[in-house]
């Protein structure tokens, strides 16, 4: 099927990031078509029939997301989450930082289609590059008077804010974010109340991933029903691919829903480097189950072939490991991180990740035990779905799929108190 | 209302629909563990201890903050439900150092119990422990990072209930620790709560480390000694020794202060009196009990009416009131309870509970900080500004209600009470304005034109405040509450034991007219504020009878000493800020030879062939009359003007006698504004002295940004320091500082 220039169309033009590029392109005339043309029914009506749904990894559909907020008279608040922290993932980065205002257009539509005045764009902390561009672009849309009060002389007010975030993976979970955007502890929050109704300020909130609502201008511009053409027949559209690992051309592609797994990582992504063979595969950030070589054998780049395959599509972060790869390691290094960013407030997940991280170091270091495993395989009942937010089943994914696909592996390191790849 | 069918293990309860599966669950009889939840915080979900399986979820769902739903279906004792539990109680103690035997909190450990119950006999942890140092936080509390298992409730309890932000959680994930940032001291008059609300023995009391164990304590529910109030607590003796306090029912309110809690060891204390003392010239020697009445009895048979006078401590229970009462009749003399120089008696109003309080939509407070007199108030004042209240502090020195109310004005204390009288009548004194911004301004415009406003009247607001708070409220339909000094003040009025107040009875001694006086549970001089007063007429009264627990000053003045019990050793009644009688009942066996008050008075009596009556049955405090008394309020002029109050660690009874609680304040201190600390040369940690014609003393100076230029704060009750000598009957008083 190869590439799907739709999101990315711009970011190879130079200076894409800037106001008269973008417009070149017919930039914010979607914006103009959506205040002056559209109501905002219209919009959250288009989106639901485009059947787009939320890229951030958890892929809710955004249409329903939007309807969820109630049709009062507070203030309401639409959030744009850039935190952009999962292992893997990198995609929203490039349309930061190479077409802002795709993005600004995005929200700005978006947060007309659901009656919010202020929207946030919540970066996370190390995009500090990004966060400039953004600034910028806001400052140059606003002076333009493309957002800000009476944006393009509609009478609806715009304001779009850039938040810098302080590095903590747990504030890319929606409530955790909240707080932090409103200068607390990131810690996730319980739900409900859920954020459409009682979210930032509590006051009805939206909050939508980086290319989600980078995603609307397009639907706007050409229908909810020509996007729902893309992809497959319930995964729809384009999504952005982050490959990284050991290809020979990792980066940022963009396919439509639906391509070949093996397509991306052999032809798009130029195949395993040095002509190794293919050992294991995260499909979808750090926290989805990896896949063996064979098991990704015919799977396709959708939300359900990939949760047919046993594990999930994610933030479409497709990390490739080849036969060097040491799967113990692996992910002892990725518990680590999930233990570092524990947001240490339930206990099954402060507890659980720091548990997985001494275990795990002692069968790194050659002195784990038989029934250490059997600790860690029991992590899935103590700890899995018994958290406060999805942290702590995002631990356990590499963990779990990483002993039951491998356990060989891990045996080996216990019974010869070494690596049998010699690393 | 309409309730919701839920069925827990099989057991159908009708609930509201706002209950919980944990309010269903405690209705139906089912135990569900916890340890974060607590009744009075908001539900946190963080403990993960209350899982239960809700037939329809795919999760285990949080009983604590899972909202029950018509026809639910709860299962607590499946394998699932089973499992979850264990492996909780697995992940806490993975990290818990199982100091049990060493630990204070055991026997009233929520991890100890719970694990006892669900947890599994063996652990499968075989890395290293990860220990964390011992905190003290000051003289009050103890801080043990391993054994806590972050269950955040006692961060909750600052945040939600005190209104404060130091104590928190710092740091990340599994090395998360609770604490406060940047003081080595915590002690910020409700700490108390955070050691009876943590589950575990991470934040323990310093006052009890390694006293006893809690099982070999035997609780009585008594009633606190220290304000108005009146807290129900538990004392826990053994050993005739009183070791511990507890707090364990919501009565009034769910939370303690420091003075109820840490305030107590003065009971224990060494050097209590403990057998009768009579002068031998400039000794006293000790005397048995049959023959102090005797000599007493004695001596004051040979005085004539109106040559005798009492001076009660406002402490007493009532049954010592209706004692003291009926012996001045039968001698014909002048009693009187205030000795703090108040110039006022206690107003009767409509509020009859705390909830009053916490349900009010305004609430104004004026002339003394209410956290220091009535400390639990202010949680409930503060309950009520976070349910949407508006607050306004008014007040001449920083109160704990201050930085947290929406409206909080640092006036002058020459100032104070005009400023006051001005408010209720209506009207903003330019002081005021000055002192406020237009926005805080609107706000108590528009809660002075709200008619559910509610004044408190802290213990430094005259009689003339009060008689002109009085009418204006019962006009215009506002609440009222005047507080009082004392933890009896209400009774001891209903009792009639007042004449022309205290400083009349000590004015009566100079002249000459008053021979004979009995002073009893006081120190005047720690009390009364003018020292030199209190010295003139205890060196010139002819005969002096002090009873109390301790030989303080004024003792060392007297020609017999009783002594007395303290209030873990005696029964009786009290009347409390709401016009309700309260109940303490015995702890302890009094120590030595002390005895009640209404012992010693009886013993008298009996020998002066007089009757006195220990009956109070009688009291019907729905009788009782409100009196408006109207003193002179003398305006204080000066270069400086001064406000002497005590600080909270320094203002509970028998508080010097009281280690670690008057330790939290160690060194009495004079707040400053800026301008003057300028104008001084001084600045914050230096030393002034500040004096008048009657004496001088050395502050260590505080800097208060918004103080009010010229006026300063004093503070008082610090052992061998009587700031009162500087003082001539008012607790304000024009002085002059300079650099030490």
């Known amino acids: ?423 | 209302m309409s309730t919701v069918k839920v069925t827990i293990d099989g057991i159908t309860v009708e609930v509201s629909p706002d209950a919980t599966i944990l309010q269903a669950a405690a209705k139906a009889g089912v135990d569900i563990p916890y340890f974060c939840y607590h009744p009075f915080l908001k539900p946190a979900g963080l403990c993960r201890m209350c899982l239960v399986e809700v037939e329809g979820m795919p999760k285990l769902a949080p009983a604590c903050v899972t909202q029950v739903r018509d026809g639910m279906v709860v299962k607590t004792n499946t394998e699932r439900v089973k499992k979850a539990r264990e492996g909780i109680i697995e992940f806490q103690l993975l990290h818990h150092p199982l100091d049990c035997p060493i630990c204070d909190q055991a026997g009233e450990c929520y991890l100890q119990d719970i694990t006892f119950r669900y947890g599994k006999a063996t652990s499968r942890f075989a890395d290293e422990k990860e220990l964390y140092p011992t905190k003290f936080y000051g003289p009050l509390i103890v801080h043990e990072q391993s054994r806590c298992i972050l269950c955040k409730r006692c961060v909750r309890f600052s945040t939600e209930v005190a209104g404060g932000t130091e104590w928190n959680v710092y740091w990340r994930a599994a090395h998360s620790i609770i604490g406060a940032y940047d003081t080595d001291t915590v002690a910020n008059y409700f700490t108390a709560n955070l050691v009876e609300i943590c589950p575990v023995g991470a934040i323990t009391s310093r006052l009890y480390r390694y006293k006893t164990r809690i099982w070999k304590l035997d609780f009585t529910r008594s009633v606190c000694d220290h304000c108005e109030i009146g807290c129900s607590l538990d004392l826990g003796v053994r050993e005739n020794q009183l070791f511990k306090i507890k707090h364990n029912i919501m009565d009034p309110t769910p939370w303690l202060c420091d003075k109820g809690y840490y305030a107590f060891d003065y009971v224990n204390h060494a050097e209590r009196i403990l057998f009768p003392l009579k002068r031998n010239e400039k000794k006293m020697v000790s005397v048995s009990s049959e023959d102090v009445s005797d000599q007493i009895a004695k001596a004051l048979e040979g005085y004539k009416e109106g040559e005798v006078a009492l001076i009660v401590s406002p402490h007493i229970v009532l049954e010592d009131a209706a004692a003291v009462k009926s012996f001045a009749d039968a001698l014909k003399a002048k009693v009187d309870y205030r000795v703090y120089g108040e110039d006022y008696l206690p107003l009767k109003t409509g509020v009859s509970d705390i909830s009053d309080v916490e349900g009010s939509k305004n609430i104004l407070i004026l002339c003394g900080d209410v956290a220091v007199s009535h400390p639990v108030l202010a949680l409930s004042v503060l309950k009520a500004k976070f349910s949407g209240a508006n607050v306004a502090v008014i007040s001449a020195n920083d109160t704990y209600l201050g930085e947290r109310s929406n409206v909080f004005a640092l006036v002058p204390a020459s100032k104070e009470e005009a400023i006051a009288k001005d408010l209720l009548e209506g009207r903003l004194n330019d002081a005021l304005k000055q002192a406020l911004s237009e926005s805080e301004l609107e706000t108590l415009r528009s809660m002075l034109q709200s008619e559910d406003l509610m004044v408190i009247l802290g213990v430094r607001a005259s009689s003339a405040l009060r008689s002109l708070a009085y009418k204006i409220s019962s006009d215009k339909g506002w609440k009222l509450l005047a507080l009082d000094r004392g933890s009896n003040p209400k009774g001891l009025f209903a009792m009639g034991l007042y004449s022309d107040g205290v400083g009349g009875i000590l004015k009566g001694v100079v002249d000459g007219k008053v021979k004979a006086l009995l002073v009893f549970g006081v120190d005047l001089f720690e009390t009364y504020p003018d020292a030199a007063l209190v010295k003139e007429a205890l060196s010139s009264v002819e005969f002096l009878v002090v009873g109390d627990l301790f030989f303080h000053e004024t003792a060392a003045y007297a020609d017999y000493f009783l002594p007395l019990v303290s209030f873990a050793e005696d029964s009786g009644t009290v009347v409390n800020l709401f016009w309700s009688k309260r109940r303490r009942r015995r702890a302890m066996e009094p120590k030595g030879e002390s005895t009640s008050l209404r012992k010693w008075l009886a013993s008298i009596a009996d020998r002066l062939g007089v009757n006195v009556t220990t009956e109070v049955e009688g009291l019907d405090l729905s009788s009782v009359e409100v009196k408006l008394t109207e003193g002179k309020v003398e305006q204080v002029d000066g270069k400086f003007v001064a406000v002497v109050e005590p600080p909270f660690y320094r203002s509970a009874k028998y508080a010097g006698w009281c280690s670690n609680f008057s330790e939290a304040s160690a060194e009495p201190k004079v707040v400053l504004s800026i301008e003057d600390a300028k104008a001084l040369g001084v600045k914050e940690g230096d030393k002034v002295v500040v004096e008048n014609s009657r004496g001088r003393f050395e502050f260590r100076v505080k800097l208060r940004e918004g103080q009010p230029a010229s006026s300063v704060v004093l503070d008082c009750g610090y052992d061998r320091f009587p700031v009162n000598l500087l003082l001539t009957g008012s607790w304000k008083v024009a002085v002059d500082l300079k650099k030490a």
């Open chain 1, 1 to 423: 099927m190869g590439e799907y220039k739709l999101l990315l169309a711009n970011v190879e033009k130079p200076d894409s990031e800037k106001l008269e590029v973008y417009r070149a392109s017919g930039g914010y005339e979607r914006l103009r078509k959506a205040l002056f043309e559209m109501k905002p029914e219209e919009i959250v009506e288009e989106v639901k029939k485009s059947g787009l749904r939320g890229r951030g990894g958890a892929g809710f559909p955004t249409g329903v997301k939007w309807g969820f907020v109630p049709k009062t008279d507070e203030p309401k608040y639409l959030v744009c989450n850039a935190d952009e922290g999962e292992p893997g993932t990198f995609k929203d980065r490039v349309i930061i930082e190479k077409d802002p205002h795709l993005l600004l257009e995005g929200i700005a539509i978006s947060a007309y289609a659901i009656g919010a005045h202020e929207a946030f764009i919540y970066i996370r902390g190390e995009y500090e590059y990004g966060a400039q561009v953004l600034e910028r672009a806001i400052k140059e849309a606003e002076e333009a008077g493309i957002l800000g009060p009476n944006a393009l002389g509609s009478g609806y007010d715009i304001k779009i804010t850039v938040h810098r975030g302080a590095g903590a993976y747990v504030c890319g979970e929606e409530t955790a974010l909240l707080n932090s955007l409103e200068g607390r502890r990131g810690h996730p929050r319980i739900r409900p109340p859920f954020p459409a109704s009682k979210g930032l300020y509590q006051h009805p909130t939206v909050i939508n991933n980086v290319e989600t609502l980078a995603t609307v201008p397009f639907i706007v511009e050409r229908g909810g029903d020509w996007y729902a053409s893309l992809g497959t027949e319930k995964s729809k559209g384009t999504k952005l691919f982050s490959i990284s690992g050991h290809v020979n051309r990792p980066g940022v592609y963009e396919l439509e829903l639906g391509t070949p797994f093996k397509e991306l990582i052999y032809d798009i992504a130029g195949g395993i480097r040095d002509g190794r063979k293919l050992k294991a595969v995260i499909p979808g950030g750090s926290s989805t189950p990896m896949l063996k070589a064979e098991e990704i054998e015919g799977v396709l780049l959708d939300y359900e072939s990939l949760q047919a395959a046993g594990s999930m599509l994610g933030s479409g972060a497709v990390i490739v490991m080849d036969e060097t790869t040491c799967i113990v390691k692996a992910v002892y290094r990725m518990a680590k991180f999930y233990a570092h960013e524990s947001c240490g407030q339930c206990t099954p997940c402060r507890e659980g990740t720091r548990w997985m991280v001494q275990i795990l170091t002692r069968i790194v270091n050659g002195q784990g035990r038989m029934e250490d495993l059997d600790i860690l395989l029991d992590m899935k009942d103590i700890m899995g779905g018994n958290c406060l937010c999805p942290l702590g089943d995002a631990a356990l994914g590499p963990l779990i799929s990483g002993i039951t696909k491998f356990r060989d592996e891990f045996e080996a390191h216990i019974m010869t108190g070494r690596c049998p790849l010699g690393g």
